[in-house]
């Protein structure tokens, strides 16, 4: 993903937050409680960094990263804390939190950089769990923090690129089913079987109009990100369905993957029917990008053929089944003769 500017944080000493654990804290809400499924005995778990969990008995107080926690959530797993955009400045739900019901589980930290160790330890957590986009990292938990989170629980990484977002989707699944969640409930099987026919009708979509081209952006006020299409999940699933995705040859090397970054001035490079626009609430909004004169002249900006990119969307069926139905939806209604 683009980097995002990071604000400073003060870890506090590993010793004094496991004297807090220790002393009690917070309680979950009842609402938030894990699943009751009944499971006794040991439970492991091996992670995509390779680390082998074991403990005593199933989590059942389970933190987690904003994207991670509407996953499990749309499995049928209730978090007691979440870190990671999941509160909009008004207040409101943040979209990367998905379903998740924020007024009924703790936050850790709504931002970049925040992470809030004393809270977290004080939630006497059972397991953290987040995904990474970069191997063996954590996403929004802080690399100062990273010893102290280790100190108070076991943590769990979902590898979210270099990997088939059906396959991503399917280790959230495996993920809850483990934490005790029934993966035979009826929304979760409801969910599976829509986000199926979601896929089915982009891929028909596909075939019917093979001249439609699609190119995936994000924006800063110095730069354009065009997406580069094997470092996304997502991206690459609807390249699989059939999508005609401009996508650049190659990333920026400084960027690790994910983008070729462009100039302003040379935001003409690659031309396409249709653009999407990284919706994230913290990315450069279309009208701020419509003051960039090289922007505005492109054709899918001149007919105003610009729908969102839900870049940060949680990795369930439920999650993507709605993507790709809104997606659908933006390209039946797009001219596809914009550009050659």
Not at 233 to 240: A, K, N, Q
Request: aromatic share 8%; net charge negative.
């Amino acid at each position: 993903m683009a980097s995002v500017p990071r604000r400073a944080f003060v870890a506090l000493g590993v010793a004094a937050l496991l004297g807090v654990s220790a002393c009690g804290g917070t309680s979950a809400p009842p609402s938030a409680a894990a699943p009751s499924v009944s499971g006794q005995g040991s439970w492991t778990w091996t992670d995509d960094r390779g680390r082998n969990i074991s403990l005593p008995r199933r989590p059942r107080r389970v933190v987690a990263q904003s994207g991670a926690a509407a996953a499990l959530w749309d499995f049928g797993v209730r978090p007691v804390g979440v870190f990671g955009p999941h509160k909009l400045k008004g207040g409101g739900p943040d979209p990367e939190a998905g379903e998740v019901d924020i007024t009924k589980v703790e936050s850790i930290g709504n931002v970049w950089g925040e992470f809030n160790i004393e809270k977290y330890a004080s939630l006497q957590p059972d397991l953290l769990v987040a995904g990474m986009y970069q191997k063996n990292s954590l996403w929004y938990v802080p690399e100062q923090s990273v010893e102290a989170v280790d100190q108070i629980a076991p943590s769990v990484g979902v590898q979210l690129s270099g990997k088939p977002l059906v396959r991503i989707i399917e280790k959230y699944g495996q993920l809850a089913a483990a934490l005790g969640a029934d993966q035979g409930a009826a929304p979760v099987v409801e969910a599976r079987r829509r986000f199926e026919a979601a896929g089915a009708a982009l891929k028909a979509l596909a075939a019917e109009r093979p001249e439609l081209k699609v190119m995936i952006v994000t924006g800063t006020p110095e730069s354009l990100y065009v997406a580069y299409l094997p470092d996304h999940p997502d991206i690459t699933y609807w390249g699989e369905l059939g999508l005609n995705i401009v996508s650049p040859e190659q990333p920026t090397a400084s960027e690790g993957g994910f983008w070729e970054v462009l100039s302003w001035e040379n935001a003409d490079k690659y031309a396409a029917d249709v653009i999407l626009v990284d919706a994230r609430a913290q990315s450069m909004k279309i009208e701020e990008m419509a003051a960039k004169p090289t922007w505005a002249k492109l054709p899918a900006v001149k007919a105003g053929q610009l729908y969102p990119w839900h870049a940060a969307e949680r990795y369930s069926h439920l999650g993507y089944a709605k993507v790709m139905e809104e997606l659908k939806a933006n390209l039946e209604k797009s001219r596809d003769d914009l550009v050659k």
